[in-house]
């Protein structure tokens, strides 16, 4: 099982300092509470994708999971990954939770859905549909804590609303002065290039974000992640554009070796069109993407994937579902474009692939509201070469992955996020009004 979390750290460093101290107090029913609560989430996220212990069946089972996602046939026999078998499926389970002073991923039949704050539940279902066909299903889950999917939501709106009056200095002082201990242990990797926030003509304000990636300085301290991330890291690109059925341009997410720039426009705590009289945005958008990375000398990649994402909510529950039902253009090196592309539509055809992230909160009679923040993902695959070729390479950045630089993407995620919870439970403690910068940020 693959982890992406170091992926998302520049996110977490964007909506750190444009959200100041706005989104805090918006994460509960009194100021206070919202600290707490926001203390408690930060801690759990940090419990489960921070510094883990694995147990030896989970350990040994990742990399081949990674290696041969792709070409699930040579998994079935893999008496040790699964923790349940049929004819015609193959289950896996994975529970977490703190033991003792150690966080640990270990596998467990039935494991129930979590309860307390950072426990997760992990399901993998593999069913074999032929010969060379398989339908892979997961779902991950996540026990944020008492905070509700109302608190989220009116944290986003304060994001928004932060991010209509912030510019770059008082962005970058306010990082340093209200978030020390996140900026302190992000800034090792990432640093924030550049904000610019133009107010529009509409009283709409368009806010263009730059973010760098910096693994020569993160080798200072991170002497394996600093070579890995300039390795897999840097040559990664992406391009991602969000229109709506109308046409409507509702943002663009682009990265292009060593800089992560987001673009977007925002009116009254909600986002706005590009370039279009501010309105809401509906419940369905359409991601048009292009992403490679380096092999050798070629690059790999797809350009022009087409994603319908849709967005559901609920008082109890909000989740974006990503979608995709048409092949992309595929970008090999020339000896593998001469290969079979049948196994590459398989995919994408009948209902698609599938991806959709939420946040659900349940009541319980033990406890207050609990919210749980999950994923799943729907997929077919074909064996093939191709796909043997996908699974190769994959493995092998997963192999450099662990050689070393796992430990630290560990460390610096932990320490991001339980410096961030510090963060948040000392703003908390100083009155608005109070203390130059801090006033600032209350304002």
Not at 96 to 123: I, K, N, S
């Amino acid at each position: 099982m693959t982890r992406t979390r170091s992926a998302l750290l520049p996110l977490l460093l964007a909506l750190s300092v444009l959200a100041c101290r706005d989104a805090v107090p918006a994460l509960g029913a009194t100021p206070e509470r919202g600290a707490r609560q926001a203390a408690t989430m930060l801690s759990a996220l940090a419990d489960r994708f921070g510094a883990i212990e694995l147990s030896p069946e989970v350990a040994n089972g990742r990399p081949r999971l990674t290696r041969y996602s792709t070409t699930p046939s040579r998994l079935l026999d893999d008496k040790d990954l699964w923790t349940s078998r049929g004819e015609n499926y193959r289950l896996l389970e994975i529970a977490g939770t703190r033991r003792g002073d150690r966080y640990t991923l270990f596998q467990y039949h039935g494991a129930p859905a979590p309860r307390a704050p950072g426990d997760a539940r992990h399901v993998m279902r593999l069913d074999i549909l032929g010969a060379d066909e398989f339908r892979w299903t997961s779902l991950d889950e996540v026990a944020l804590g008492p905070v509700s999917v109302a608190d989220l939501d009116r944290a986003l709106t304060a994001v928004f609303l932060a991010a209509e009056r912030s510019d770059a200095d008082a962005v970058r002082l306010v990082s340093r002065e209200v978030f020390p201990r996140a900026t302190s242990s992000l800034s090792r990797m990432f640093v924030i290039d550049s904000l610019r926030t133009d107010r529009d003509a509409d009283g709409a304000t368009s806010v263009v974000l730059g973010l760098g990636l910096r693994p020569g300085r993160a080798e200072r301290s991170l002497k394996a992640l600093g070579p890995f991330a300039r390795k897999y890291w840097v040559p990664i690109r992406w391009r991602m554009n969000a229109r709506d059925s109308l046409g409507a341009h509702w943002g663009e997410f682009t990265k292009r070796d060593s800089s992560i720039v987001l673009r977007f426009r925002v009116k009254d705590g909600s986002l706005a069109p590009l370039g279009s009289p501010p309105r809401r945005v509906g419940d369905v958008v359409h991601l048009t993407v292009d992403a490679s990375v380096k092999v050798g000398p070629f690059r790999v990649g797809l350009r022009d994937l087409q994603v319908r994402t849709s967005r559901s909510t609920s008082p109890a529950q909000m989740a974006m579902t990503f979608r995709s039902t048409e092949e992309p253009d595929w970008q090999f090196p020339p000896l593998v474009a001469r290969l079979l592309r049948s196994p590459l539509r398989r995919p994408f055809e009948g209902s698609g692939a599938m991806m959709r992230y939420g946040v659900r909160s349940e009541s319980h009679a033990s406890s207050d509201t609990m919210s749980t923040v999950w994923r799943d993902i729907d997929v077919t695959v074909r064996e093939s070469a191709i796909l043997r070729f996908f699974g190769r390479l994959g493995g092998t950045a997963f192999g450099d992955f662990r050689a070393g630089a796992e430990r630290e993407a560990e460390r610096l995620w932990d320490e991001s996020l339980r410096g961030l919870a510090k963060d948040v439970e000392g703003i908390a403690r100083v009155p608005c009004g109070q203390g130059g910068l801090r006033a600032t940020a209350c304002e």
